[in-house]
T-cell receptor, first 114, second 115 residues
Framework: QKEVEQDPGPLSVPEGAIVSLNCTYS??????FMWYRQYSRKGPELLMY????GNKEDGRFTAQVDKSSKYISLFIRDSQPSDSATYLC??????????????FGQGTILTVHP | NAGVMQNPRHLVRRRGQEARLRCSPM?????VYWYRQLPEEGLKFMVY????????ESGMPKERFSAEFPKEGPSILRIQQVVRGDSAAYFC?????????????FGEGSRLTVL
């Protein structure tokens, strides 16, 4: 079983739709939760960053973390064609010296069509 | 305000050759990480380096792979005697000094194709 599970999709939605992306994980040591967006042939870019459980909102994006269920979500409101990309969830467990050893999900391919 | 710079962007090697991938972190960043992205898979951590030190190489294959981040110059990921299974996108990321909680800045990757 993978430490982080993410449905690869693909997911296709019409412009303006609300998109829900999800990941589950098994390692209870994970404390920091991130969503990265990756356009085709490009490097990942950080979208959202959350510590522990709770919600975080940034413009059209909302990240939710439920540590009791080991479940994280990213919601995109009023989706746009420019949101078409692969969305990667990532997590880290701090131990001793902090470092960027992230465990990624497989990524969900999202297409928003006009 | 240059980001993380990786080169070459594309590299083709025949089986048995060596591949060298270079990464210059963002200005002011002292932590460098290498990740590998295989087709249809997410990114996998390989190694974490600071200047002249390997901090964590738990994700590196035991043979043929090595990494360095010298005092001067870019970080280098070296793959000796490449095999077809090494074909992947290799991403470098960096973060600033001090405690890091996972906010990494990624380069655009180096895509290795082994013939």
């Amino acid at each position: 079983q993978k430490e982080v599970e993410q449905d690869p999709g693909p997911l296709s939605v019409p412009e303006g739709a609300i998109v829900s992306l999800n990941c589950t994980y098994s390692n209870s040591a994970f404390q920091y939760f991130m969503w990265y967006r990756q356009y085709s042939r490009k490097g990942p870019e950080l979208l959202m960053y959350t510590y522990s459980s709770g919600n975080k909102e940034d413009g059209r994006f909302t990240a939710q973390v439920d540590k009791s269920s080991k479940y994280i979500s990213l919601f995109i409101r009023d989706s746009q064609p420019s949101d078409s990309a692969t969305y990667l969830c990532a997590m880290s467990a701090l131990s001793g010296t902090s470092y960027g050893k992230l465990t990624f999900g497989q990524g969900t391919i999202l297409t928003v069509h006009p | 305000n240059a980001g993380v710079m990786q080169n070459p962007r594309h590299l083709v090697r025949r089986r048995g050759q060596e591949a060298r991938l270079r990464c210059s972190p963002m200005k002011g960043h002292s932590h460098v990480y290498w990740y590998r992205q295989l087709p249809e898979e997410g990114l996998k951590f390989m190694v974490y380096l600071q200047k002249e030190n390997i901090i964590d190489e738990s994700g590196m294959p035991k043979e043929r792979f090595s990494a360095e981040f010298p005092k001067e110059g870019p970080s280098i990921l070296r793959i000796q005697q490449v095999v077809r299974g090494d074909s992947a996108a290799y991403f470098c990321a960096s973060s600033p000094p001090g405690p890091n909680t996972g906010e990494l800045f990624f380069g655009e990757g180096s895509r290795l194709t082994v013939l």
